[in-house]
């Protein structure tokens, strides 16, 4: 029987736009907002498993400012992915412990997709660093993740906004930050993967529309400026900062939505 009523955090995919989550999350803390449940696709899923691990908000900024777009520029022999996706994980491993999921203090769960069985998988259980290297895999851009039997990517090909996810976790409030919408091509795509990444965000920001009707509160912060692969200290900071500045113009409506569902 269900007694306590749950409050869930669920973060969207997006790249270095994705930076904006830990602006978020850290307001979120300042103002002692419970989250009991972190979902998340992608870089969202990243961020999220930080969240979940415990790391602290000046830890998880250190986290982001280490990522530099070279680091996804590693040596490949796999043609099915222009990178191999190890510089990136080598950083990620620096911060994320090698645990399970099901070991954390807080409920968490990060989206892939199956090219073989081109259905969703959502990782609730299992190796953490293993969940965040699936749901990291943009196609194209990472060889895909072979796990079993699975032939994983990038989750946000099918669920970039994972709303249901927390539903079906037991989330009574879902409070969802989604960094795609603030993010529109203004100038012409520098590169290929540019040209890429774009094309496959028209596509994704329409599955939204259809899929993400679950949250009682979604942000988005505006991603003017920003681009899915601004690795740069100044863009990192600017990602955070617009994060901060969403939540802080919402956080009396959150704070009132949190109260009205949890003493019903």
């Known amino acids: 029987m269900k007694t ?13 736009l994705g930076c904006a989550h830990i602006g978020v999350i850290k307001v979120l803390r300042k103002y002692g907002i419970p989250v009991d449940i972190i ?7 990243v961020v999220g498993a ?3 691990v ?9 986290f ?8 996804f520029f590693d040596v490949n022999f796999n043609t099915s992915g222009l990178f191999s996706g190890k510089g990136v994980m080598k950083i990620i491993n620096k911060f994320l412990p090698d645990i399970t999921i099901q070991s954390l203090n807080t ?19 299992g190796s953490i660093r293993d969940a965040v290297r699936a749901t990291l ?30 539903m079906k976790l037991g989330a009574d409030v879902i409070i969802s930050c989604d960094v795609l919408s603030g993010s ?32 009682d509160i979604c942000l988005k912060p505006d991603m003017d400026g920003l681009g899915q692969f601004s690795f740069a200290d100044k863009k990192t900071l600017l990602a955070i900062r617009r994060g901060e500045e969403v939540a802080e113009r919402h956080i009396a409506e959150i704070i009132k939505i949190i109260k009205q569902k949890l003493s019903t």
Do not use: H, W
Request: glycine fraction near 10%; aromatic fraction near 6%.
């Open 64 to 71: 982001a400012l280490k990522f530099r777009t070279i680091d």
């Open 54 to 62: 415990g790391l602290s908000t000046e830890d998880m900024i250190k």
């Open 137 to 166: 895999s943009i196609p194209g851009v990472f060889v895909p993740f072979q796990k079993d039997d699975m032939l994983l990517v990038d989750g946000g090909m099918l669920n970039n906004l994972p709303e249901d996810v927390a």
């Open 4 to 16: 306590k009523k749950k409050v869930a955090l669920v973060l969207s995919g997006g790249g270095a």
């Open 39 to 45: 979902v998340g696709t992608s870089m969202g899923g």
């Open 184 to 215: 529109k091509v203004n100038s012409v795509p520098k590169n290929a993967i540019d040209s890429f990444l774009s094309s496959i965000n028209l596509a994704t920001k329409e599955m939204q529309k259809l899929k993400s009707v679950y949250s």
């Open 50 to 52: 930080g969240m979940a």
């Open 107 to 125: 409920t968490f769960a990060c989206v892939a997709c199956d090219l073989y069985s081109e259905k969703e998988v959502v990782f609730t259980t």
